[in-house]
């Protein structure tokens, strides 16, 4: 899919006989703590806020949220289990594009926990929590694309609606971003849910693809020189801030998808999650690490 940025897969879970959040009083927030931190994984370590680096990866992957306070990370895999936020228990696995790993991914931390421990369960509904729309399989699935040709197309509001009476929820979160998802999980099972999203996923990325097709008819040499000037941007910039990284990341990944412009799709991909930083790049300091940090990732220097 040459328009989807990453993808995020979560799982909501509750502990059997516990009250859910907000009311679970805080002594029995610690008894929760110590039955998941005894079953983790090895590979999956506590992080704090205190941790910068980590915490920040974890942010700009989509993992966490910037309040996230009890944290046990995966940092191999990309994958998060963090206590006490919307429900007891959130797992939450992510990477670049559309890959059948992140699912894996989760489902095996899922299923550790599952196995472990005595959770939140009705034979009728499924999985029980406090927000009625995660009633049932207690999985959402999450993706984002880069909707440029759309969005300038003036066709983005009518695909949103029909994306939602379809069932599924697509909606701007800045710039040229949008986040396809799902939105109930009651009387599906997780494999009908991640067919039928895979499937939405696919129709909304060829409706960008026709987009541009049908703009780079009309404006070829402009977008192919946006994009080549983009890339030309971003590999000498001396200072760069996020607003600049995301205009451009947006312009150079069109020229790739017209196959104008020879550069790593997976480098590009990496550069979208340095958009969601919780970093504030104000300072010329914070603004040539990030152009240093870019120029790293398009040359393959990152690691």
């Known amino acids: 899919m040459n328009n989807v940025i990453c993808t995020n897969v979560k799982y909501f879970r509750n502990v059997k006989d516990y009250k859910f959040l907000p009311k679970l009083e805080e002594e029995k927030r610690k008894e929760i703590y110590d039955l998941v931190s005894k079953v983790v994984t090895k590979e999956m370590k506590f992080i704090d806020q205190s941790n910068k680096e980590d915490f920040n990866k974890l942010y700009e992957l989509n993992l966490i949220l910037p309040n996230s306070k009890t944290i046990f990370a995966d940092l191999k895999n990309d994958v998060v289990l963090s206590l006490f936020e919307d429900e007891h228990i959130k797992i939450n696995a992510g990477g670049l594009g559309y890959d059948e790993k992140i699912f894996a991914n989760a ?179 914070d603004m040539k690490n990030l152009a240093t940090t870019v120029q790293n990732i398009l040359k393959g220097e990152d690691k």
């Open 107 to 285: 489902k095996k931390i899922e299923n550790l926990i599952k196995d472990k421990i005595n959770l939140t369960y009705s034979d009728e509904y499924g999985y029980l929590t406090s927000n009625l729309v995660l009633i049932g399989n207690g999985m959402r699935i999450s993706s984002v694309l880069d909707l440029s040709s759309l969005k300038e197309m003036g066709k983005i509001d009518k695909v949103t609606q029909n994306v939602k009476n379809l069932g599924y929820i697509l909606r701007h979160i800045g710039e040229n971003l949008y986040e396809l998802s799902t939105s109930c999980t009651l009387g599906f099972t997780e494999s009908e849910v991640i067919t039928e999203f895979g499937k939405m996923l696919n129709k909304v990325d060829d409706l960008e693809n026709e987009s541009l097709r049908l703009q780079d008819i009309q404006n070829h040499d402009e977008i192919i020189d946006r994009a080549h000037r983009s890339y030309g941007v971003l590999t000498n910039a001396y200072l760069l801030n996020v607003d600049e990284l995301k205009k451009h990341v947006s312009n150079i990944l069109r020229g790739i998808n017209l196959d104008e412009l020879k550069v790593d799709k997976n480098a590009v991909l990496k550069l979208y999650s340095l958009c969601r930083t919780k970093t504030n790049f104000i300072t010329k300091n």
